[in-house]
């Protein structure tokens, strides 16, 4: 079993960043795809970013593509997620996941544990 911690929310300016910080103990992340997802207010959760066990693939919602990024550093068993030009409308609480099939799926279904969140806010 994976515990999952995430950090690095905070309220920012509009096009501004923040890296968010996924933290794993009790087994190394490496062996699962790692996805992060947001859930704003009245909304449903909604896939952000992945990335493969491997790290070789990665996979970004059109929303988000060119302007986050998503990484793994497997000797901080950590995954992280770059966000670069925030918008309003990335408001939302972001959670990361571990998805035991290693794929780095879009669907939350996929996933099998998840982290407690934290928020991000962009200010118009």
């Known amino acids: 079993q994976v515990q999952l911690v995430e950090s690095g929310g905070g309220l920012v300016q509009a096009g501004g960043s923040l890296r968010l910080s996924c933290a794993a103990s009790g087994r190394t992340l490496s062996i699962y795809g790692t996805g992060w997802f947001r859930q704003a207010p009245g909304r449903e959760r909604e896939f952000v970013a992945a990335?493969?066990?491997?790290?070789?693939?990665?996979y970004y919602a059109d929303s988000v593509k060119g302007r986050f990024a998503i990484s793994r550093d497997s000797a901080k068993n950590t995954v992280y997620l770059q966000m670069n030009n925030l918008k309003p409308e990335d408001t939302a609480f972001y959670y990361c996941a571990a998805d035991v099939l290693g794929v780095g799926s879009r669907s939350t279904l996929d996933y099998e544990y998840w982290g407690q969140g934290t928020q991000v806010t962009v200010s118009s």
């Open positions: 990335i493969s066990w491997s790290g070789h693939s990665t």
